[in-house]
């Protein structure tokens, strides 16, 4: 797995993540950011076509961003793509709820998420692990990771750490995996 490896920014990084995990979640778990996206200003929209994970576009009408989810796929990997799409309209065009994003044209298509490209742990482009390690810290913050696999009853087995952490944040078994591996809780060999 190719991953970032400077300190300082993947703490940047999970920071900023935090903050806008605040911003849109507050107190309330995963399991709600699909309605309270939509109350923060985000338009959510399902569309059935294998080629995407995910899409994000700006609506200059509504001045709204609009992300449309692959309906075909897990809700885990449809929390993951939203939380994914969410780090490139915080990191990329530095949106928070109920800003605007200055643009000339009607409908900007502000990232496009190709199916199991760009959100593939080994992808290349930079941009797009530091989205990824955005959704990854925005989903699974560290001090309630912590906790969550403190509750293990075998400390050294990476297995029930995963399956912990896959099932208290409604993520995938992968997203789980690259999250406790960037947080150093488990070691690829
Ligand atoms: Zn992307």
Known sequence: MKKLDNPKLISAIDEYALFAREMILGDYNNKVLFDMVQEKGIELFGIWDAKYD???IWNSETNKPQIYLNMEQSEERRLFTLAHELGHLFIDYEWSPNKKIESDQDK????INFR???K???TTEIKERIVNQFAGAFLMPKD???KVI???DNKEDPECMIL???KHFGVTYKAATNRLI???KIYVK
Do not use: P, T
Request: proline content about 0%; overall charge negative; some cysteine.
């Open 54 to 56: 995910g899409i994000c």
């Open 108 to 111: 900007r298509v502000l990232s």
């Open 116 to 118: 199991d490209k760009d």
């Open 120 to 122: 593939a742990s080994d």
């Open 144 to 146: 309630k990771v912590e």
């Open 150 to 152: 403190a509750d293990c």
């Open 164 to 166: 912990a952490v896959k």
């Open 182 to 184: 960037m947080l150093e």
